[in-house]
């Protein structure tokens, strides 16, 4: 329910309907029209150029920003390109979420990023055979920076040298201690725990998604983009997940956080603390949580740059822990007083102990 | 040789919308300097705040980059779309 289209032919007026979903309680759809201003003379058509494969990627990125922002179900843009007569649709953005706030604001939000980052061009044509490339509003500029720092819960902006992180939380594992139940679905006090990670992460990133490999719906509904192990890195563990959800991530990013699903109670800066440490001038190229009795290579920060050395890694070793791989990067550690902020719930028996 | 890739109304400048040049070496920010000393015209189009990014092999930079032979880079002024 996610899509982007760039296409010659008019849009077609009918919503998209998904059957498959009943707990979308609000849709928005806006529409971008051709206007006839009557600026120098009567315009006759716009037509509009984009980057083929550049715009498209563009577009699906921010659509990948709001979803780290807000719990969407749904956000499909159809853009239209080449001549456009007036009155014609140029552009539909539609969202779809629980509530009518989230699906609004999504949408709005998609709509400024897309009038300032989205590669098209507008020229418009009038009827006296002129031409003329439209020049960038500083207004839509404008309507762009406001998001900026503003992100859902009104939590404040996360730097004042805004590094581009990524965040994947690690849903992939079997459950064995669990009794083979989905670890992030379990409820704590009627939330899933995985739940309690995105709460913890989100403020502090820009895009958000989630490596699992069971009960996909489950995760999505979670409102983040869900990412099963590619077979052909089937090492089996947080690595398999790792490499099969990078792919799918933005490519600007300036570091990926990576934290497991079943840590409820996450410190609110970690994610702050942990970029301070990698992002300082000279920083590692990963670092670590830790506490003063252990560390916790399952929660961690790195540069993009060192993802590169783990196809490698796993084509190396036998051993798919984080642990070696960070190990071999020249990963630091970062401590926090807070020892029971990483307690993670691996049987029911620790469930039981936090719902109380 | 490198092929450029004028998009918008950068076109006013090379109508083609494409050309190819013969590369020596160097970044993006030198072939923006090479552009900009082919004339007045040049200068006023690409000066810093009309040029919104430069993509290098169909990805956005986000910084100066090198560009080597064969690469394909793409001018792209301010965006206007929606």
Request: hydrophobic share 40%; aromatic share 6%.
């Amino acid at each position: 329910m996610f899509s982007v289209c760039i296409q010659t032919e008019p849009i077609a007026g009918n919503r998209l309907q998904d059957p498959g979903r009943d707990d979308c309680g609000a849709e928005v759809r806006f529409v971008g029209k051709v206007r006839n201003d009557q600026k120098e003379a009567p315009l006759g058509h716009l037509v509009l150029e984009h980057f083929p494969g550049v715009t498209e990627a563009e577009i699906e990125r921010i659509i990948g920003q709001a979803r780290a922002r807000w719990p969407l179900q749904k956000a499909r843009v159809v853009h239209r390109v080449g001549r456009i007569n007036v009155g014609e649709d140029i552009v539909v953005v539609e969202t779809a979420s629980a509530h009518r706030r989230d699906a609004y604001e999504a949408n709005a939000f998609i709509m400024d990023y897309l009038k300032t980052e989205a590669p098209f061009w507008k020229q418009e044509c009038f009827t006296d055979g002129g031409e003329l490339w439209v020049e960038a509003r500083h207004s839509d500029q404008q309507a762009a920076e406001r998001w900026q720092g503003a992100v859902r819960g009104g939590a404040a902006a996360p730097c004042e040298h805004h590094h581009r992180i990524g965040a994947l939380i690690l849903a992939g594992g079997e459950g064995r201690r669990m009794g083979y139940r989905n670890k992030g679905l379990q409820p704590l006090r009627g939330r899933p725990l995985a739940q309690y990670v995105a709460d913890a992460l989100r403020p502090h990133v820009d895009y958000l998604a989630i490596s699992a490999n069971r009960d996909l719906a489950d995760y999505e509904a979670l409102g983040f983009p869900v990412f099963p192990d590619d077979p052909r890195f089937g090492v089996g563990g947080p690595l398999a997940g790792i490499l099969s959800a990078l792919p799918r991530f933005p490519l600007d990013l300036d570091a990926l956080m990576v934290a497991p699903c079943d840590c409820p109670l996450l410190p609110a800066d970690l994610v702050p603390r942990l970029a301070a440490a990698l992002f300082m001038p000279g920083g590692p190229p990963a670092v670590m949580a830790a506490t003063e009795v252990s560390i916790h290579p399952s929660i961690f920060m790195c540069r993009p740059g060192m993802l590169v050395s783990l196809i490698p890694h796993v084509q190396e070793h036998a051993d798919h822990r984080l642990r070696g791989w960070l190990k071999n990067s020249g990963c630091e550690v970062v401590r926090f007083e807070d020892a029971g902020a990483f307690s993670n719930i691996n049987d029911l028996q620790a469930l039981q102990a936090l719902q109380s | 040789m490198i092929t450029i890739t004028y998009f918008g109304s950068l076109k006013l400048l090379q109508p083609l919308g494409t050309e190819t040049l013969d590369w020596q070496g160097g970044t993006t920010d030198d072939l923006l300097s090479l552009l900009r000393g082919r004339g007045p015209d040049w200068a006023q189009a690409l000066r810093p705040e009309r040029v919104f990014k430069l993509a290098l092999n169909q990805q956005l930079l986000h910084a100066a980059a090198p560009i080597h032979d064969g690469d394909e880079v793409a001018i792209l002024p301010p965006v206007t779309g929606g």
